[in-house]
């Protein structure tokens, strides 16, 4: 079998084509926001291009998304023939953390969930295990979130979904209470740099990992160097970051902006339309999951940085006097948290310091 | 080719093995509705079971709901190769259609739509032609209804989504005026049923149609009775029923219940949970493409009422009083509409007296 580099094109995702479906969405979107006039209600315009967008409805600001698991289902699939385990319980996780963390970064808290749940045929539902590991993993993370799950929708796709598999995605509801709100307007030259330990691989760059299963001997079995199966440590839930900064925002610490740290990597640091660069001097502990998919891949540290979390699934950016606090914060919320950086005046980029890696602007083209 | 009749289990659709997931997920929803304690807001649990989910957030309304398209792509990429149009422009109209035409039915307005559009690899996204009619489209629907397009979600979705498919869902957040909210309290004997003229199929029966269209001489360019091609007729947009209920509203009229008249057909005018006898003396006019359908199958009338909207993809059960000038608001709108019934008082079942069909009330199982 080939032990050549696996890139995103190889596995299946061509993100510049992506990218460009993008743009022009958003701009046919734009021009829809004329809909809000004489209602009572106006669009944030700066939230078009945020991970979540606003509308102010008679004062309540509203934030909306909607996101997908991707492909990490299939490799619960596999791994449940070695495990025992559905896995649909984490993955379930998985899909409302993709929602809600990108809510979370406009300042908003969760109010409720929708499920979006599309079979491959109506024998998936016929699965008691896995449905009832489903409901319950969905269950149990709207909890954690403190949403509503608000209703959903269960589709037999036979044709467009492939036969045995479920396209799992979820939408998310939330305000924005007063004072959150955080489009950008603070992100200042001077801001630590906050960023939150990931879980693990949470649900970007799965298509790599599952085509390193397929050439890796052991396949999913293989162990990693703490000893578990790569597979199962692929499963590790994505870390649902809503508890984390609602103690952050109760701890009086208005964060100047924040990143969910999902396709693109790092890269997503610069997010913020400004010119800044954001200096990371330190990077947080690599899980062993991703130490060794960058290892047996292989990945160069730009490509993985650039692609996957690398540890770090969520950044907060503080007013310098606040980075410590907030590391206090994450940490009475159960997550790990380091300062490993600051943002700079000067051109639009992302410089790893110890690493000797530097993502330019044109890296990371998500607005129209 | 078999000459006999396809119903939906055949067709890899089982309502009874959803609807018992449907239901053990209602219950753990449910669960969920603590979280808005202390907040300042409360859901409305009449709200559970209907098409729509509403929170109240501070005195604001707030409904949403999301919804895919179904398998309706199949039939456009197939006929795309007749026709020479993509038909993806009608079908962003179907998608928004099936989310908005169930946010109206608890009296909201729609305020937002997410896309979700999930295709099989990168790919899709580079055929220029079929990508600008769909974000056309969209942006058309998005106009139509007076919804802004907020954001949306366009993953590749490689192993899940077949290859060259794509899932298209749409998510809907909307927000319900003073004195609109509609969740079935009104509802009361005698009440009429105003029944909304469908296009044609709209996105419900569409995996049995395609059935058909696999053994039928001609395929998709099979001529129905007015002379178009099937697979054309086919694909006639979902009708979008957000400004019909809008002229409802400004003509002063106050629905008591409304039903989006999808999967299950006309048994969904049985939605509400009370006992009630919905009548109906009068059927409009089938749609030419829908009336082949229930011919070629063949379905008999139980079948194909129970299962199509033939012809009436909405119904408002108004005042008696106010069924003359809901016609009217609707014909404003430019959609016909008919008064074909009664609401009664006995046993919820639906009789269509016409046609001799009687639907009981365990023929309809969408609450836990």
Redesign the interface.
Known sequence: MSRGPIDYSS?????K??D???V??QQ??R???R??VG?G?R?LERS?GES??V?D??G?L?A?????L??K??VADAVRAISGRTHYDTLAQDTIAMAVNDLITVGA?P??V???W?AG???W??DAER??DL??G??AA??RC?????????????????PG???L?A?C?G?VPSGRLMLGERLAAGDAIVLLAASGIHANGV?LA?KLAERLEGGYAARIADGRPFGEALLDPTVLYAPVMESVWSAGIAPHYCVNITGHGWRKLMRHPGSFTYRLTAVPPRPPVLEFLQRELPLDPAEAYGSLNMGAGFAMLVAPGDAQAAVRAALGAGVQAWVCGAVEPGARRVVIEPLGITYESDDLKLRA
């Open positions: 596995a299946g995702v061509d993100y084509r992506i460009a479906l993008k022009r969405a046919a979107a021009s829809t926001a809909h809000l209602r209600m669009e078009r979540a967008y509308v409805v008679g309540t509203l909306s998304v909607t996101e997908c991707g492909t289902a299939l808290a109010v409720s929708h499920a979006y599309a045929s109506s024998d539902f016929s449905m009832e409901v319950r969905w269950q709207c909890d403190k949403a509503v799950w608000g209703g959903g929708e269960t589709p037999a796709l036979s044709g467009v979904v492939e598999r479920i396209d995605a939408s509801v305000t298509s599952r």
